[in-house]
């Protein structure tokens, strides 16, 4: 986790200014009440002309203004921190979880309790966020912050499969995990794309940590984060690399390797050898999600694939999915704030309906955005292929009212654009720990990881032979006593939920 700045570091940054790369409405001076909403990025081209158009219907709806200021990607953490240290006057501001994580300001004293103005202005906003997105805003039992929940988070745990190349050699869709080994292994003596089959996989990557592999054991559901702890669903933890789990998925990963279904180099390809094998089209399936490139897949392997082609495979399907984490992206009403009511009307305006989100989201239909016959959605551009207008869904979408982007397959609509009502959370999917306590030995473990279970893990050393000194060497950079940090801290997490 990025430490949060300190005053006096923030003050160097003072000269720069609080509002780089900003634009604002004139609706600040109409007599309005105005909501200061800060973003990183840059504007949108049209941004006056459609947020002129929102707060006409604020104006009459709500009483409100909307004032965007968007602040550089490059000093975007150390603004916020700086006009929070420094007291400056804002309303609303977004926060990524995987930089900063919102218990992080609220220990710095950043956010307001909105628990009571959710309930007296946010009706729409508490009816289009689940009750599990909802309980990780959570800490001591109020409500800190505003979930961005423009995703389903909880369909992770499938193999992404080209029924293209299963039909073209003749095999049907695999149920089981040794179904998937064999029928890849038979597609492989086949082969005749234009290079060598493989599995997408590359670099450091935690392999199967999402569940594809994972759901075909008797003992899920269950998570695991921050590559060493399993996080059962009744609270305890367990040592993940220790686990009969992490061993049945290095062994299902050391029989792809010796078939020849991962690349030799794994461990040393870059991003870009990583994604040119998505591109080529000389895959079968992957773990998790893809990155379709179907565009590059027509032009190197089949010009006749179809978006229908990619399908979402999960092993046992009557079992239940659950959430890694629940809420990623979130937007908080800042502690300098002096009217935080209006934030919280603000979004729930947005969130009224599918007409508001769209305006403000993406501007006009037929102006700044178009629908194809799927209803998907094509930004305007302009001579420079720039988007005329567009907010990202991620920073502030809600999945009841998102509109897909015309690229976006069939499969992604179904199992990441539309809320999965059977979906269950873990106690760990909110959690975030702090490595402070144990800040060395997180440190000498995460280093040790790379080194000694990554090739494990990978399938690239057998998990019999190598695995012994792999945990040996684990143990001495302080593995054991992170684990000890780690249930001590989850324990204090879910006791919080209660309070």
Known sequence: MKKIMFLTFSLMLAGAGAFGGSKKDAGSSSGMTPVKYLMPGDPPIRYTEIISLVNEKLAAEKGIQIEISYIPWDVWQQRINLMLTTGDEFDLYHIMQDQIQMSAYQAMGGLTDITDILDQYGPNVKRNISSGAWDAMRINGRIYGIPAQWAELSNDDGFSIRKDVLDKFGYAVPKSIEELISTAQGIASKWDGSGKLYLPVWGFTDFGKAGALMRAYPTWPFIVKDAIALIRQNGTVDSWIESDEFKKNAEYMRRF???????????????????????????????????????????????????????????????????????????????????????????????????????????????????????????????????????????????????????????????????????????????????????????????????????????????????????????????????????????????????
């Open 257 to 499: 390797y010796q078939a020849g279904l991962i690349h030799p180099d794994v461990l040393t390809l870059t991003s870009e050898q990583g994604n040119n094998i998505y591109r080529s089209g000389n895959w079968f399936f992957t773990i998790g999600g893809i990155d379709s490139y179907i565009d590059d897949v027509r032009k190197n392997n089949n010009p006749n694939i179809k978006p229908e082609d990619y399908i979402l495979v999960k092993m046992n399907p009557e079992k239940p999915d659950i959430y890694p984490v629940v809420v990623k992206n979130l937007n908080d009403v800042s502690s300098t704030s002096k009217h935080p009511e209006a934030a919280i009307k603000f979004l729930d305006w947005l969130y009224a309906d599918k007409e508001n989100y769209k305006l403000f989201m993406y501007g006009r239909q037929g102006q700044e955005y178009t629908l194809n016959q799927k209803g998907l959605k094509i930004a305007s551009v302009d001579a420079g292929n720039q988007s005329l207008y567009a907010q990202a869904d991620w920073m502030v979408g809600n999945i009841n009212y998102m509109i897909p982007n015309s690229n976006a397959l069939p499969m992604e609509v179904q199992y990441l654009y539309t809320l999965n009502p059977k979906a269950q959370t873990s106690p760990g999917s909110d959690f975030f720990f702090n490595p402070s306590a144990v800040e060395a030995e997180w440190a000498n473990i995460q280093t040790e990881f790379r080194a000694s279970i990554v090739p494990i893990y990978a399938g690239v050393l057998p998990y019999n032979d190598a695995f012994p000194q792999a945990l040996s060497r684990m143990k001495a950079a302080g593995l054991d006593k992170a684990l000890g940090e780690y249930r001590k801290q989850l324990s204090a997490h879910i006791a919080s939920k209660r309070k």
